[in-house]
């Protein structure tokens, strides 16, 4: 159910009001999913490179941005399912699915739900593993602490400089969270940090696939990203770009630059 026509608009789907935009246009498509605590606008610097070219849908994930989820607990495997039942409401049969970090969670699970809608995977700053033992307790004490007391100055930098250390961008970034209601912080951490692992699953997965890294990514390890690259057949290898956790955002013309070279290097 469309609830406002044009490119930037709400569906109805899977008991979501998922917020979305959409370039709309004859090229190939591609769907980009934003990371933890992020939204669609991270994608502003890979939407004007690839939209000349490709049709790019960019959308808001259940507890962020200006979707509206209905409050109940949730997986990425419900998250990847809003994908498809977007594609779906947007006609599109198949697509390259992509994101970053949360979104790479959500576009593996993409790709292991429905193979035959996928046609490549982006995968940007993230992983197939769980979190490291030692920073999961950090984490639930940081949303723990956001949760009860909402966030503070000390907590909004810690997670900046964990999400994107770059002074340009974490203000307004530190801005949008504050300006998150406290509660809603509680079912999405739960989300990211009781997911499953999905390693022993990877080789599953044939499409072709593009891994891209920050070399100083604070969140998720260069091995990890080097472990998701080899366990997945499709993928060349890791191609990494100078940058942190939000590389595509701060450091955004070599990510940009990685993504055409493997689109246009796509079968048709």
């Known amino acids: 159910m469309l609830l406002r026509s044009g490119p930037m608009a709400h569906a109805l789907l899977n008991g979501q009001k998922i917020y979305y935009e959409d370039t709309g246009g004859d090229g190939p498509p591609i769907v980009l999913a934003h990371g933890f605590l992020m939204d669609h606008t991270m994608f502003v610097a890979q939407v004007a490179a690839l939209r000349d070219q490709f049709r790019v849908v960019t959308w808001d994930e259940r507890g962020f941005g200006l979707t509206e989820f209905d409050g109940a607990p949730f997986t990425y495997w419900d998250s990847a399912a809003d994908c498809l039942a977007l594609m779906t409401h947007l006609g599109i049969e198949r697509a390259v699915v992509g994101g970053m970090s949360q979104g790479g969670f959500i576009s593996l699970r993409v790709a292991l739900s429905a193979p035959d809608r996928v046609r490549a995977l982006v995968l940007l700053d993230t992983q197939a593993g769980l979190e490291h033992p030692d920073v999961v307790g950090a984490y639930q004490g940081l949303m723990d602490a956001w949760y009860t007391s909402g966030l503070s100055d000390e907590i909004g ?108 290097d796509l079968p048709a």
């Open 157 to 264: 930098e810690i997670v900046a400089g964990i999400i994107i250390t770059d002074p340009a961008y974490n203000s307004a970034w530190i801005a949008k969270w504050k300006a998150i209601p406290r509660e809603l912080i509680a079912l999405p951490g739960a989300c990211l940090l009781q997911r499953d692992d999905l390693t022993a699953r990877l080789g599953e997965i044939t499409c072709a696939a593009l891994v891209v890294h920050g070399s100083a990514d604070a969140a998720i390890s260069l091995d990890r990203a080097e472990e998701l690259a080899g366990g997945l057949v499709g993928c060349g290898g890791v191609v990494t770009v100078e940058g942190a956790h939000a590389a595509n955002m701060t450091n955004s013309e070599p990510v940009n630059a990685a993504i055409l070279e493997f689109l246009a």
